[in-house]
């Protein structure tokens, strides 16, 4: 009964909440002004976000309840209302009632987000050594790695820049035309299968970075000398934005991720072709890139 009235719950918030910011998906599209989430691409982002959208009705009752409080105890015992004060110090009941309730709601939101921070970090166990895919990632000044096929003769590494308008290597430059964006398109996108657990080990070079995907909900430190590790499952194809999200130095916010989560037929394809020929290799991921409506941009 609980289970079904917090999911209700959640339903009608975040039906609410589309409706005021915009309805459809069209509210969690970033744009100037946005104040909401990323719709979430992932089971564990929706998770979260259900989970916050609930949180945020608590505090919003707590913050309008204390706030009226304040109001009534201003107008009601103001000097011109109550010339003689009262003189009592304590109040048993209410002492206990504004330790208990505060506990309670704690150990309430408690429950709901260490299974949430546990659900983030550790892999389900259904999970079977033949639907995980490892990709090792590596923070650099000022780009990412992505290594593939990790241990095996057929492991390849890519290396993920940001493009610039202007870029004096031709590599690098901006398109908007075939749909690239300032500040968060690279040359290489790291690329993954939809349908499979992605099993990310992050590291770092030389300083410590941040991966992250707003609309997973994932963020971990690449640390050097320290492998860390994330996991994720896309079950549609699309384009996902982020950024290190750790300060790394003057170029830090030239550090954009961008990832392609393809069909498993695209993703062995890109693969063979990226070993003959990178610039192959991305032509293909343009044109197999998701229609503009399926492109789940960032920031």
Known sequence: MWTNMRSAASKYWALGAASLFGGGTAWATPHDGGI?????????????????????IIITVITVFVTALLIWVMIRYNKR????????????????????VPVLILVWIAKGSFPLLYEQDVMPAEAREEEIVDIKVYGNMWFWDYTYNVGSDQEFNVESRMLKAGAPDASLELHPERGDIAQLSVNNPMVAPIGKYVRLKISAKDVIHAWTIPQFMI?????????????FKVDEPGVFYGQCSELCGKDHSNMPIELRMVTEPQYAEWQRLY?????????????????????????
């Open 36 to 56: 909401n989430f990323q719709s979430p691409a992932t089971k564990t982002a929706e998770n979260i976000q259900s989970f916050h959208n609930e949180v945020l």
């Open 275 to 299: 070993k003959e020929s990178p610039e192959q290799a991305r032509a293909y991921l343009d044109q197999v890139r998701p229609k503009p409506a399926q492109v789940a941009s960032a920031q």
């Open 219 to 231: 963020k971990v430190d690449a640390m050097p000398g320290k492998l860390n590790q994330l996991w």
């Open 81 to 100: 209302s109550n010339p003689v004060p009262k003189k009592f110090s304590h109040n048993t009941t209410i002492e206990i009632l504004w330790t208990v």
